[in-house]
């Protein structure tokens, strides 16, 4: 009688592969206080399969939220640590519109490329699939680099599960690349050309090499490419992320909290992760520096 009960509730309510089928046929079971373990075999088998489907996509849904969730479902291996956290929160505010303009300084090989250029605009535009973005940092190459693992990203059957976002059949070229739904995507290196094109997100990531910290020429011409160039593409409303290892003070980030206090600046949140602390110890392990895939 029970067996035949069961047959007709998944025949009835049509269960099938979504959050509310799978949390209305376990509920279903837990209504009328089943043991599960005296079922027959395939009704177990089917009740266990959608325990595991419905755990799947809370955390999906939750993904969609939450820039930490999100970098957990499709990076398994990630290390997390507080300073992730933190940064975390900040791109989950920029996402809602809490923070508009962003910059996040702290050392080298602490995971802020993998957050910021790569991992951020996959997220974003999962969120939006017709925002457009675009990519920068010290060299074209590198810029390049970032789009393709993004691009792989998108493409990826993990991220299918948590987004709709899909890329353009004919995007090809990993800095240059397209949504179904129309969002854009842009890399280009520090000094280089950006004419003709829009940004609702504009990403910088490292705008200085080391080297360049020892020239003031290169200090202000990456100033003055920004406000000539990215900062005059960005859309009515649109968000600014600058993440950077600092090598001098008048570097980009010195630059950008300098001039607020002229009238209608940009007015920049800013967070800094100092390598060393006051008492001499690293404030950031190391091991958090690791890159996806490594």
């Given at each position: 009688?029970?067996?035949?009960?069961?047959?007709?509730?998944?025949?009835v309510k049509?269960?099938?592969?979504?959050?509310?089928?799978?949390?209305?046929?376990?509920?279903?079971?837990?209504?009328?206080?089943?043991?599960?373990?005296k079922?027959?075999?395939?009704?177990?088998?089917?009740?266990?399969?959608?325990?595991?489907?419905?755990?799947?996509?809370?955390?999906?849904?939750?993904?969609?939220?939450?820039?930490?969730?999100?970098?957990?479902?499709?990076?398994?291996?990630?290390?997390?640590?507080?300073?992730?956290?933190?940064?975390?929160?900040?791109?989950?505010?920029?996402?809602?519109?809490?923070?508009?303009?962003l910059?996040?300084?702290m050392?080298?090989?602490?995971?802020?490329?993998?957050?910021?250029?790569?991992?951020?605009?996959?997220?974003?535009?999962g969120?939006?699939?017709k925002?457009?973005?675009?990519?920068?940092?010290?060299?074209g190459?590198l810029?390049?680099?970032?789009?393709?693992?993004?691009?792989?990203?998108?493409?990826?059957n993990?991220?299918?599960?948590?987004?709709?976002?899909?890329l353009?059949?004919?995007?090809?070229?990993?800095?240059?690349?397209?949504?179904?739904?129309?969002?854009?995507?842009?890399?280009a290196g520090v000094?280089?050309?950006?004419t003709?094109r829009?940004?609702?997100?504009l990403?910088?990531?490292?705008?200085?090499?080391?080297?360049?910290a020892?020239s003031p020429?290169?200090m202000?011409?990456?100033?003055?490419?920004?406000?000539?160039?990215?900062?005059?593409?960005?859309?009515?409303?649109?968000?600014?992320?600058?993440?950077?290892?600092?090598?001098?003070?008048?570097?980009?980030?010195?630059?950008?909290?300098k001039?607020?206090?002229?009238?209608?600046?940009?007015?920049w949140?800013?967070?800094?992760?100092?390598?060393?602390?006051d008492?001499?110890?690293?404030?950031i392990?190391?091991?958090y520096g690791?890159?996806?895939?490594?």
């Open positions: 009688m029970l067996y035949a009960l069961i047959h007709r509730v998944l025949a049509n269960i099938s592969n979504t959050l509310k089928g799978a949390k209305n046929f376990i509920k279903f079971f837990m209504k009328k206080n089943i043991d599960i373990s079922l027959p075999a395939d009704i177990r088998k089917q009740y266990l399969q959608y325990q595991v489907m419905h755990a799947e996509k809370k955390i999906q849904n939750k993904a969609r939220n939450d820039f930490m969730s999100f970098v957990k479902c499709v990076w398994p291996e990630f290390v997390e640590g507080s300073h992730h956290r933190h940064i975390a929160d900040k791109f989950n505010k920029l996402a809602t519109g809490e923070i508009n303009r910059i996040v300084n050392p080298p090989r602490h995971t802020k490329s993998e957050f910021a250029s790569y991992l951020l605009p996959a997220w974003m535009v969120r939006n699939p925002l457009k973005i675009i990519q920068a940092t010290h060299t190459e810029a390049v680099r970032f789009g393709r693992k993004a691009k792989t990203l998108i493409d990826s993990e991220y299918g599960k948590i987004f709709q976002t899909r353009r059949e004919d995007s090809q070229a990993a800095g240059r690349w397209e949504t179904a739904q129309g969002g854009e995507y842009f890399a000094g280089g050309a950006i003709g829009g940004a609702d997100l990403i910088i990531d490292d705008p200085h090499s080391e080297q360049d020892l020429n290169a202000e011409s990456a100033y003055e490419w920004y406000t000539s160039g990215p900062r005059q593409r960005l859309q009515p409303g649109g968000k600014i992320v600058l993440v950077m290892t600092r090598w001098n003070t008048k570097d980009l980030t010195g630059m950008l909290v001039n607020q206090t002229a009238a209608k600046s940009d007015q949140h800013v967070v800094e992760f100092p390598a060393i602390i008492h001499g110890t690293k404030q392990p190391v091991l690791q890159s996806i895939g490594s």
